[in-house]
């Protein structure tokens, strides 16, 4: 009988007990037989108990497992491989919710069936998804995926490439790589390829010999010299002219560079994390890009979401940026003003954010966001294309409450119009808008 009496759980259960590690034991039907003295330290809540419970209802508070629930379940796929499996997880905690890194490991019988799975969880640090006075924050899916692809290659020395428009976070996305690696106790030395010309570039990059040029009075180390035992982060590479890529690539290729003006042949000991909002693979295309330097350096490409595609995470970033830059004052935004900032399209992405945050300060008086203290941009509708740039896509009925709100709001024609364009009757619009109007 492959069942969990067979599995001496206690035994199971002191095993676990001395591991750093929270962990639990789990049953194939996703109840929790046993957790560890860690995980009762850390997720454990007096008021909630959780042995004989199921870990969905536990760990998300969803009343069915995690793959109905739209996320990804280890647990499918552990007892199909009969293999371990990892996911990046938010997980329901004392504290508030917590990205957490989930490992599963299937237990099996003498004939190979599963009976039950140690669950290991680790906090991950380099993202919070609670308000944050710092650091990365986000919780919705396509932030998630990033993270997880972040916190995979993090312990590799594999190349990382951030792909994303400009403001949606590369620079923090490449600290937060750092700071997960085994190198982060080493620097993190961060290259800005756009603002350097092309007669400085070498010299920044590989330094230079006292008297290789007029003007050298001293011998000065590079950045590459700079970043030895750290992570090299080469900004907006899409920039660097190609007379210099090929320098970048023999960097690359053969972990070794000379100054400038040097004979020496000194050898390079970094990580290299490079950053563009550029598409590289059409510069490659049209002989503007090397396509061995892309090769080189694509290894393991993440692609940062634009914020319009993050919308769920805008109310945790405001209150994270609110928070940043609070000078002791505690900010509040109204739930108008809130949901005006969900439907914006924000070209410019966080780094609008914060720089629309800061200028509704100069008008919020009373430390609260209004509207009114918004700039004019977002008061209308958000619709169409404007400057060449697409801010907005179709309205559509699946938007959540407080983003359709604001497009309703916005919207310059009739009721019936309105309801056109969404797909649904007039009257079915005309209850939901009457129910969020009632809303606080
Ligand atoms: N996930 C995030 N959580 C909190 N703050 C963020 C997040 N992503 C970006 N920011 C903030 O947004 C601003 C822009 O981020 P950053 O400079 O990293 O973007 P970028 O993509 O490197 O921009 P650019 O391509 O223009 O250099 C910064 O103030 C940063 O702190």
Redesign the pocket.
Known sequence: MSSIQALPVQALLSFLEHEPQPAIVLDPQYTILAANSAYRRQFGALEQPFLGRKCFQVSHGYELPCDQAGEHCPMKKASEARAPDRVLHIHHTPRGPEHVDVELRPILDAGQRVIAFVERIATVRS??ARP?AE????QGPA?TAALAALHRVAPAMLPVL?L????????????ALHESSPRSAGPLVVV?CSGLPESLFESELFGHEKGAFTGALHRKPGLVETARGGTLFL??IGDVPLSMQVKLLRLIESGSFRRVGGLETLQADFRLVA???KPLATLVERELFRADLYYRINAFPIE?PALRQRRE?IPL?VQ??LQ?SGGGHRWRIQAEAMALLQAHAWPG???E??NVLERAKLFADDGLIRPAALPPALLQPAIGVRGGLSLEAAPDWRWPDARLLAWARAFPGSRAEMARQLRVSERSLYRRLKALQSLP
């Open positions: 993202a919070s944050s650091g990365l924050v986000g932030f951030l994303g428009e400009s403001g949606t976070g590369k620079e923090l996305f490449a600290r800005d900004d907006e950053a563009t909002h940062l995470d970033l994270s940026i940043r992405n966080i780094r954010l914060r």
